[in-house]
């Protein structure tokens, strides 16, 4: 089933029927199965650092969320973490931070190298809106893939959640042209629910996925925040779309539908509104990858994006009954590095 229309997106959106949303579920299952298979893809991510040079009106890292004690991990703590996510099996780290310049491009090149060369995982980047030199930097050090989200395809609610900074205009669609360009596999997504936000601007938001074709697309439920300015009162508009499970499920079966060969991610996000079911429901609905934290326990607390995110504490427990809970439902842990389909046939048609 290649491409929806719009019309159609927006069709699929508004749809309540539970019998139609069935019949979605099953078309999203059926065309990740034929295109990256039944594995799950494990990736260990690793939060490197809460320090935030921004102000986005969602996130609890924000810099002026002056409640929250700042953490950078040293270099030996995250190569632990590292080694951590290769003794479980994974196959990839991904080193995630707020925006901070504290993180400077020679210390991060270095990591990278240290990482690749000891443990041969692949790297995966999302550390924000940084520099075209540092980000060929990484790329050259070994860095696989990056990942940065668009947030929101609405240009003025994209601006109205995210104050710039002085220095410089935020483009993320050229900063994820230029990481393409620059052969990282390249990751993007969107938030559902954000306040302000209609079905008509997930519509886009879908549209916009299917026109950049990214090789690995994150996307999770808008989850409010009361120490920053969208975690207030939430004024209800008219045409608000829903941050709830079922439209995150069916964003994630219409993502699937038109980036079909994408590594697709069941969030944290999503399961922090689902505790019980919400890993299962993502992989059912799409989704082929998670993303198990394996930062030092003692940090996880302070890495608060929102409340209420799973998997503060633990790492083994959680791993070893993630494991299961993949087998019950007929699905494999994956193997080796889970390098995106879409990026290997991108590869294999330019040559
Ligand atoms: N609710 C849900 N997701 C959030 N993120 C940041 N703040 C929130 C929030 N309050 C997401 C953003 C960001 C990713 C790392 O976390 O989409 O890209």
């Not at 060369?117 to 070994?142: I, M, N």
């Not at 601006?159 to 596999?185: F, K, N, V």
Request: aromatic share 6%; charged share 25%; with cysteine.
């Amino acid at each position: 089933m290649a491409g929806l229309s719009r019309a159609e997106v927006l069709k699929w959106l508004c749809t309540e029927d539970e019998e139609a949303l069935c019949e979605l579920r099953e078309r999203a299952d059926a065309e990740r199965r034929r295109r990256v298979g039944d594995q799950v893809h494990l990736r260990g991510l690793i939060e490197i650092s809460n320090h935030c040079v921004r102000s986005c009106h969602y996130c609890g890292l924000r810099g002026p969320n002056h409640g929250l004690k700042r953490y950078r991990l040293t270099r030996e703590q995250v190569l632990q973490s590292a080694r951590l996510a290769l003794s479980l099996g994974y196959g990839t780290v991904v080193i995630q931070s707020g925006e901070d310049p504290g993180l400077t491009s020679d210390w991060v090149t270095e990591l990278i190298e240290t990482i690749r060369r000891q443990t041969r995982l692949a790297v995966t980047l999302s550390l924000g809106e940084r520099s075209d030199e540092e980000l060929a930097a990484w790329r050259y050090a070994g860095a696989d893939r990056y990942l940065l989200r668009f947030e929101t395809s609405r240009r003025d609610l994209y601006e109205r959640i995210h104050p710039p900074l002085a220095s410089t205009p935020s483009d993320r669609i050229r900063l994820l042209r230029r990481l393409r360009e620059l052969g990282y596999e390249m990751g993007t997504g969107m938030m559902i629910g954000i306040p302000g936000q209609t079905l008509e601007d997930l519509t886009d938001d879908i549209m916009l996925l299917a026109e950049l074709d990214p090789d690995m697309i994150g996307l999770g439920p808008f989850v409010p925040h009361p120490d920053t300015p969208l975690g207030k009162v939430v004024p209800v508009t008219s045409g608000q779309a829903p941050n709830s499970e079922n439209m995150v499920l069916k964003v994630l079966a219409l993502v699937r539908l038109v980036c079909p060969m994408s590594n697709i991610p069941a969030t944290t996000a999503l399961a922090s509104i689902d505790p019980e079911g919400g890993y299962e429901a993502g992989l059912r609905w799409g989704a082929n990858v998670i993303m198990p934290n394996v930062s030092p326990a003692e940090v996880r607390k302070f890495y608060q994006i929102y409340p209420g995110k799973v998997c503060v504490t633990e790492t083994i427990e959680f791993h070893e009954r993630l494991v299961r809970r993949i087998q019950e439902m007929g699905r494999s842990v994956g193997v080796g590095r889970g390098d995106s389909a879409a990026y290997l046939a991108r590869q294999k048609g330019a040559v």
